[in-house]
């Protein structure tokens, strides 16, 4: 057994067990030490396992009929008829792809006006002042009570579901990039100032960057409710969109399709979270490496 | 409550007097509580949960699907007949003057219901290729708003949001030229199976009592009208207008021929192979008689 | 030849209940060129307040501030300023931090490197220019405060308690490199701190304070920090001299201090 | 003029401008100050003022037919109308208080469950490593598209609406709970074992207390998210509740009411974050104020 | 008769990298009533390993910890802790800070109250005991787990740069009052710090520590900390044998550090 070998199958072991570093076999207090879970991710493996064969089992026993309770065979055997034969009209890949692309206009457009509205109520009592009861009061409204009004006043094409995402977005964004000119510390102004930096500079080279690890929080969030918001734009007169997939199919009872988008949209809502936080990374190295 | 009847709002139909003046708990005995529905597919979900034991007034096509998907649900008897309340209306301004301009065209119109179905024969009767139109699944009530928007042109739909888009269009083919094609449209009472075949006496005392409210409605038109109307919560213009083209077959008519007798199955049948066709449906069943259960109604009589 | 001039200043804040908190009262004092001046006082005696209105952060409710004649209205690359911390822009490398004032002026990307290299040499970060900023410990964090102001070159460097949260070894080695900059470039310092010793040790100069209204007690002329560098600063420290003068600021200070 | 006199007028003066300090005056550097933009909140009757003028001036000018565009002297007719007579057999008040009762029942649960849930994922591996994926899978299903299972598998009681507003607060409550466990400084805990804390005292007097603001936090996100998905809940076969109002209305066209219902749900929203708020400055006094 | 015994002690990290990480070799020595041991040394060298160790809050690679010949286990009320901060419950007032140990043990409320009061007492604190933990100020806190550490009479107390956080004079005033408690309580104490001045006047044996590994490089006896009280602390810290002493510390100390 090669040495390399060797420590392949340990570091296998260790995943196993959650990573147990030296450290952990030396400590005496693993209770209430936050250190102490880290690692476990092969539990997760068996949870997956086990749901998945407690959902084959209850299937199999017919206890209840398909019609409530569809196979994971039967999921899965919609999910490869749909992706390759499409659902009225559109293949899967597309449904995705238009829910998507709705997902990321209305999220855009909520940070192309969100993020100045934001700083600029960080930075000025006037906008501040003005803007902040309109955001406050249309914030905790419901999205969906929105539809109604939304099919009335942006008709029926994509603009009434761009709307009623970008409203989802717009206020999460608005909130942080504001908390994040709040988070600046004064001595980084004061700093910029005394090393000459005009208003602008400071705008741009200080508040602006300095906000960034909140504001790209608050794109994490905002990304988040847009997705969770998509079943709800998709009401609005929808011929498309994996949204109006899972409404469409529950009118003809298909609960095998609706299960499947379900799945599908807590899949790829996790897959966007993941890449963001990957982005988070890459963009923000400095995130909470701050000194106050 | 011991008994829950779900049925449709906006839509007013005799058995609100009855549900009003309180027979349904007289004659069944018990408590009967009447939920209001979106859709006839939201009824059938909630008849599958058990919930919901009788629905009054479902459409036939969410009750064809729900039966295909293999839901255990029983028709009973049929609610409503109503081929002027659901149509299609062509937007003024659309430039549609023949079915031919409709290419191209938007059409709103919900999916899997009797609106649907209907406008999908239509369409076929019409030579009107559906794939040339853009076909658009909305609530009748957001087709109206889009009307009046000009969002789409042609609109399908039931009362009262149909008065609406009448307001601002014209009917596509009047009701009578597609009752001329056979083109019947109805909502039928549906049961949850197991419930009837425990209960079939309360299904039949249930019956009874819609038919005791459409002979009091035929006696006291203009009393009934304002019970209705406010149990409907539309107005009594409305309630006039929409039920001046409502049929209610009474007990032996149901059991003609012309309805649960045959013409029923026939029409299902008929409802799923177009669904079928339409790739709605995976696949329609190939006899839907198993479904039509026309036995509590007659023994409805014998109460 | 450079001048710091500070006029009659005065600065009433409005305190939490609305009455008026006196935080300096009538402060007169002139540096130059050569001069290394340091401010010792207690906990709420104004020094702060002192710095910020000469660093043009604050304008006084009287008197007025000169750099050589121009009056002081608001802060400017003529004053570079050296906080306790969090004035490091985190998601810059060493050597962008240190090009900042550079480059908000407009200089030449080619320049700047020169002269970043220069600086974080003498302040002895050779090596780190394009380390990030959050990967370095306290002390070196500090180097890169200290040469990012020198990048502007300024007439006068305002520090407030620049060393107060290193810990005790490094802290004497940043002394060292404090008073080394200060003989090297020739430029008026300012420097607030909370240690008597270093008060002592750094300053050529040194102001007491005491509060309530806060005002100059005393002002001590020292010869320690041009000393500093040649000798051992744990001599001079040792040294009788130093511990005499220690005794009498520790004097002065004890009898003000009343709080916990 | 007596001296109270003046201070009055004073105050309200610093109300107006937005409560400058002396203080403020006496700064130089504003622009990139957070604590320049205090106060400021009379410019918020301004907006909210000239938001209400210019709706009713383009209501007045009749542009656009009321249908779309209901003037405000109407919605709020629409309210007096709706709290005196009711909706469909229940007052304004009742359908309020329908729709509190299911929101306050649902997040009750997602509290009384998600606590212990998430301090045990903070506390132990093997709870942590079970849980997660099956967390981060349903976290980001928009629970619109829930209603299709939960109304087979629920039926049309309050169940199905109090399991969507469940689910919807679960999922937030373990995540800052969680978070909380992993906040608490090693010291702490070290400290209170040192004290001959048990484990149980430590997890009931140190991890649990400690882990309160984290979870307060949550409790309010979750709170503001119930309510956001009050509407989905009440899609679920209701008769009654303000979200169902809303539904319902719109199925008559009647936008007024919508208007009112969305304008409501706004308000009512805005003041459970704020009683939320207090709560929270009483509850935990101490939030924010510990050293690491 | 407390006794604390510390015998051939070696500690190994698994480093980040998977070299292993020698943090402390072969420690022995052992503590009795009256004794205030020190710790000084470079970052890095293993002070905090050895009091985790001692306190029981990491078990060591090899060698063994006994407190009155029972081995060392895992943490214990027989072993009292002061961090430098960041352990004091902020959602308790003082008095229940302070009465948290016995409050664990089941000690009735009444017996509780009347031991707050006279703790808060003795550590300075005498009007504090419904004051919530975060209106104090960093010394204030320090007294507090003082007094927390003393409800629960333990026989050593481990305090881990206990002074560290705070400024230069309250710093002093702390140091007397540790040198009081260890004198009015006759605990043991063990008293980690970095700064060198502190350790040579709180110590009666001071340890210094060098790294790689990690290991006790000198013992010094000294007679600062019994002095301490009755004479002034700053003429203690003037006089030649103190000077003597912390030069001696220096030269160990700068010879060792090579780090920025
Ligand atoms: N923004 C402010 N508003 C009101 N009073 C203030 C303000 N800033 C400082 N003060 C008061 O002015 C006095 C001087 O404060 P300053 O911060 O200048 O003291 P300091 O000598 O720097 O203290 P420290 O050594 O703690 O930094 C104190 O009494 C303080 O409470
Ligand atoms: N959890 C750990 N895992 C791996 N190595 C560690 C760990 N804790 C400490 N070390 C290493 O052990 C050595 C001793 O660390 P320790 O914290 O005891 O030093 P210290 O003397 O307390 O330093 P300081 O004065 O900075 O507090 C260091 O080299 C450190 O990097
Ligand atoms: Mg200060
Ligand atoms: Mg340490």
Redesign the pocket.
């Known amino acids: 057994m090669s040495q390399s070998n060797v420590r392949k199958t340990r570091s296998w072991l260790l995943f196993w067990r959650g990573n147990d570093?030296?450290?952990a076999k030396c400590k005496t207090v693993t209770f209430g030490d936050p250190a102490a879970v880290e690692g476990g991710a092969a539990y997760g493996v068996l949870s997956v396992l086990t749901v998945g064969i407690v959902w084959q089992l209850v299937a199999m026993a017919q206890i209840v009929p398909p019609l409530f309770w569809p196979s994971p065979g039967a999921v899965f055997d919609k999910f490869v008829q749909i992706a390759t034969e499409g659902y009225k009209g559109f293949t899967l890949f597309e449904h995705l792809g238009i829910s998507l692309y709705r997902v990321l206009a209305g999220f855009g457009l909520g940070c192309l006006f969100g993020i100045p509205v934001g700083l600029g109520m960080g930075l000025n009592k006037f906008i501040k002042g003005w803007m902040d009861p309109l955001i406050e009061f249309y914030r905790p409204v419901p999205p969906l009570a929105y539809v109604p009004l939304v099919i009335i006043w942006m008709g029926i094409g994509d603009g009434g579901k761009v709307l009623l995402l970008f409203l989802a977005t717009f206020s999460i964004i608005v909130i942080s990039a504001r908390a994040g000119v709040a988070s600046v510390a004064i001595q980084k102004i004061h700093a910029a100032y005394s090393l000459g930096a005009s208003r602008w500079q400071v705008l741009r080279h200080v508040i602006l960057v300095n906000a960034m690890p909140e504001i790209f929080t608050g794109m994490r969030v905002a990304m988040g409710v847009c997705w969770g918001t998509l079943v709800a734009a998709e009401m609005v007169a929808a011929t498309s969109g994996v949204g109006w997939m899972v409404l469409n199919a529950s009118r003809y009872l298909n609960t095998d399709i609706v299960l499947m988008g379900v799945i599908l949209m807590g899949v790829v809502g996790f897959l966007i979270d993941m890449c963001m936080r990957k982005l988070e990374q890459k963009l923000i190295p400095w995130k909470g490496k701050g000194r106050g | 409550a011991d008994l829950t009847v779900a049925y449709f709002p906006g839509w007013p139909t005799t058995h609100q007097l009855g549900q009003d003046k309180g027979w349904f708990e007289q004659e069944l005995g018990m408590e009967v509580d009447f939920r209001e529905f979106d859709t006839g597919a939201a009824m059938a979900a909630a008849m599958l949960s058990g919930d919901v034991q009788i629905a009054y007034s479902m459409g036939v096509i969410p009750f064809t699907i729900a039966v295909t998907q293999g839901a255990p649900l029983d028709l009973v008897g049929i609610a409503v007949t109503y081929s002027e309340n659901d149509n299609c209306v062509v937007r003024d301004g659309s430039g549609v003057d023949t079915p031919a301009d409709l290419a191209g065209k938007v059409v709103g119109v919900p999916f899997g219901t009797v609106s649907h179905y209907k406008m999908l024969k239509t369409f076929e009767k019409l030579d009107v290729d559906l794939s040339s139109v853009r076909v658009v699944d909305m609530a009748p009530p957001d087709v109206a708003a889009a009307m009046t928007r000009g969002d789409v042109d042609m609109g399908c739909g039931w009362e009262p949001a149909l008065s609406r888009m009448l307001e601002n269009g014209r009917l596509l083919v009047s009701a009578q030229e597609q009752e001329s094609w056979g083109l019947k449209v109805f909502d039928i009472i549906a049961v949850n199976r197991e419930y009837a075949a425990e209960h079939p006496d309360r299904i039949s005392a249930f019956l009874s009592v819609v038919d005791k409210s459409t002979d009091y409605v035929a006696a006291n038109p203009e009393e009934s009208l304002s019970t209705i109307s406010r149990q409907a919560g539309i107005s009594e213009d409305q309630t006039r207008s929409i039920m001046a083209k409502f049929g209610f077959p009474k007990r032996d008519e149901q059991l003609s021929d012309a309805w649960m007798g045959r013409d029923v199955e026939t029409f299902i049948k008929g409802v799923a192979d177009v669904m079928q066709a339409n790739g709605e449906l995976p696949k329609a069943l190939d006899d839907y008689a198993a479904f039509i259960k026309p036995e509590f109604y007659a023994n409805s009589a014998a109460r | 030849m450079s001048e710091l001039r500070v006029q009659g200043v005065t600065m009433t804040y409005e305190g939490a209940d609305g009455q008026p908190v006196r935080a300096l009262e009538n402060i007169n004092f002139s540096m130059n060129q050569d001069d290394i001046v340091t401010v010792l006082g207690p906990s709420g005696c104004g020094k702060s307040t002192l710095l910020n209105i000469v660093a043009g952060f604050l304008s006084p409710t009287a008197g007025r501030v000169f750099v050589d004649e121009r009056e002081i209205t608001g802060p400017g690359p003529d004053r570079g300023m050296v906080f306790q911390h969090g004035a490091l822009f985190e998601w810059l490398t060493v050597g962008e931090n240190v090009s900042f004032g550079p480059r908000m002026a407009g200089v030449d990307a080619a320049t700047r490197l020169a002269s970043v290299d220069e600086l974080l040499q003498l302040v002895g970060l050779g090596g780190f220019r394009d380390t990030p900023i959050y990967n370095l410990s306290g002390g070196m964090q500090q180097r890169v405060a200290l040469a990012r102001c020198l990048a502007n070159n300024p007439d006068v460097i305002l520090m407030d308690e620049p060393l107060g949260a290193l810990?005790a070894l490094t802290r004497e080695k940043m002394q060292t490199l404090v008073l080394k900059l200060w003989q090297e470039t020739r430029k008026m310092v300012f420097l607030i701190t909370h240690s008597v010793e270093e008060a002592i040790f750094l300053g050529s100069r040194l102001l007491v304070m005491a509060p309530r209204p806060g005002h100059v007690v005393k002002e001590f002329q020292l010869p320690f920090a041009a000393a500093g560098l040649s000798a051992d600063p744990r001599e001079i420290k040792s040294s009788r001299e130093f511990i005499a003068v220690r005794e009498e600021v520790l004097e002065m200070i004890w009898s003000m201090e009343e709080q916990h």
Do not use: A, N, Y
């Open positions: 570093s030296g450290l | 810990d």
